[in-house]
C-alpha cells in the first residue's frame, strides 16, 4: 500500500534532526578529540609558551561547543527544508513511501490464578 506523506511537522522535526546530530556529533568529536590529545602530547612536543595553551584551550572549547553548533545548525536547516517541503508538496506530491500492516500475534500469556495478600 503506498502512501503520501502530505505535511511535515516543523518544530517536531527540526528537534529531532537536532537532537540527533548533536549525538552523533559527540560520538565522532569526544573520540577525535581524545586521540588528538594523546598523539599531540606524544608526537607535538611541549614547549610549554602561549601557543600550546591556546590551542589546548580552543581544542577544548570546539569539543564542547562544535555539537551544540551543529545541533543548532541542523534544527535550521531541517526546519528550512520542512517549511519548503510543505509548501511544494501539495503543487507536485509529496515523498510516497510504501507501507505494510503487520498484525501483531495474539500471544495468550498464562494468568496468574493465586491469590496474592
Given at each position: 500500500?503506498?502512501?503520501?506523506?502530505?505535511?511535515?511537522?516543523?518544530?517536531q522535526?527540526?528537534?529531532?534532526?537536532?537532537?540527533?546530530?548533536?549525538?552523533?556529533?559527540?560520538?565522532?568529536?569526544?573520540?577525535?578529540?581524545?586521540?588528538?590529545?594523546?598523539?599531540?602530547?606524544?608526537?607535538?612536543?611541549?614547549?610549554?609558551?602561549?601557543?600550546?595553551?591556546?590551542?589546548?584551550?580552543?581544542?577544548?572549547?570546539?569539543?564542547?561547543?562544535?555539537?551544540?553548533?551543529?545541533?543548532?545548525?541542523?534544527?535550521?536547516?531541517?526546519?528550512?527544508?520542512?517549511?519548503?517541503?510543505?509548501?511544494?508538496?501539495?503543487?507536485?506530491?509529496?515523498?510516497e513511501?510504501?507501507?505494510?500492516?503487520?498484525?501483531?500475534?495474539?500471544?495468550?500469556?498464562?494468568?496468574?490464578?493465586?491469590?496474592?495478600?
Amino acid at each position: 500500500m503506498k502512501k503520501r506523506i502530505k505535511k511535515i511537522g516543523v518544530l517536531q522535526t527540526s528537534l529531532i534532526s537536532a537532537i540527533i546530530t548533536f549525538c552523533l556529533t559527540l560520538v565522532i568529536i569526544i573520540p577525535i578529540a581524545l586521540i588528538m590529545g594523546v598523539t599531540g602530547g606524544i608526537f607535538g612536543g611541549s614547549s610549554g609558551d602561549f601557543s600550546d595553551t591556546m590551542g589546548v584551550a580552543l581544542g577544548g572549547l570546539l569539543t564542547i561547543f562544535l555539537p551544540v553548533i551543529y545541533g543548532i545548525s541542523a534544527f535550521l536547516m531541517t526546519a528550512l527544508w520542512c517549511w519548503i517541503y510543505n509548501l511544494i508538496a501539495p503543487k507536485i506530491g509529496g515523498i510516497e513511501i510504501e507501507v505494510e500492516i503487520i498484525e501483531e500475534p495474539n500471544i495468550n500469556y498464562p494468568q496468574n490464578t493465586q491469590n496474592v495478600e
